[in-house]
């Protein structure tokens, strides 16, 4: 049987994606340079090979993710392009790595499963969004004082307003179109991932773009702290007891 060109070059661009993903002994990861290349590689392929066409979510994916690993190395914030371009290269091939980052660890798995199947596009586009712009402000979030300012002062507010636009467009995008009820699941205490959708919400609600939000908690106590952060959330979310350590968000 002969193999044809295009299975030795599929298969030398997925062997080099797994070696990029693999840990290293000196720096704990690919290079950005080597990574920025194996991603461009694969887009490349799959463009090349159909497969863009066959798995519009994973090409739509790992195209956003590429994009935004591009821009943050711009900016030469290479901790953050390489964890996005790692998520961009993990979708085409997902061997003993995730292929997520913040949006998936909370989205419920029928909305995530459903999603798929139906608006493949819509769920990529703001997985991805949503990813780098959660990025950019737990970065912020964490610190007292701005962490992304260079010893010249490089000011990198424009790169915030890019990520946030864009963000904004695909969470609008996405409370417009995604099918509802959608569940979200979070962790007490909450952990970094869990804060920027509280953040989120708020901001769907206090835009109009959601009507109504449902909190599944053990304890009143659980979501009292967040009061001072998120008054409207707080304010207009109704509240049923539940006996159960992580918090659903039912949001309509």
């Not at 371009?85 to 029928?110: E, H, I, R, W």
């Not at 610190?143 to 969470?171: C, H, M, Q």
């Not at 206090?206 to 707080?234: D, H, R």
Request: aromatic share 18%; hydrophobic share 45%.
């Amino acid at each position: 049987m002969e193999i044809k060109p295009n299975f030795w070059k599929f298969l030398i661009v997925l062997l080099t994606g797994i070696v990029f993903l693999l840990p290293s002994k000196e720096a704990g990861a690919a290079s950005l340079m080597e990574l920025l290349m194996g991603v461009k590689a694969t887009i490349s392929q799959w463009e090349t090979d159909g497969r863009a066409v066959d798995y519009p979510y994973a090409y739509t994916k790992m195209l956003k993710y590429y994009t935004y690993g591009k821009l943050y190395a711009s900016y030469a914030l290479d901790e953050m392009a390489i964890d996005m371009l790692k998520v961009a290269l993990c979708t085409s091939a997902p061997v003993d790595c995730k292929p997520y980052k913040y949006f998936l660890l909370n989205l419920g798995l029928k909305n995530y499963y459903t999603l798929r199947r139906e608006q493949p596009i819509l769920l990529a586009n703001t997985e991805a969004a949503y990813d780098a712009y959660a990025s950019w402000w737990i970065g912020i979030f964490e610190s007292k004082t701005n962490p992304f300012r260079s010893a010249d002062y490089t000011d990198y507010s424009s790169l915030e307003g890019l990520v946030k636009e864009d963000f904004i467009t695909y969470w609008v995008d996405f409370w417009k179109n995604a099918p509802r009820p959608v569940l979200f699941v979070i962790d007490y205490p909450l952990r970094d991932n869990d804060v920027f959708l509280l953040h989120a919400l708020n901001y769907a609600l206090e835009n109009g773009l959601i009507k109504k939000v449902v909190f599944y908690v053990k304890s009143p106590y659980m979501v009292a702290q967040w009061k001072q952060y998120y008054p409207l959330l707080y304010q207009r979310a109704t509240y049923v007891e539940r006996n159960s350590s992580p918090i659903y968000i039912e949001v309509y």
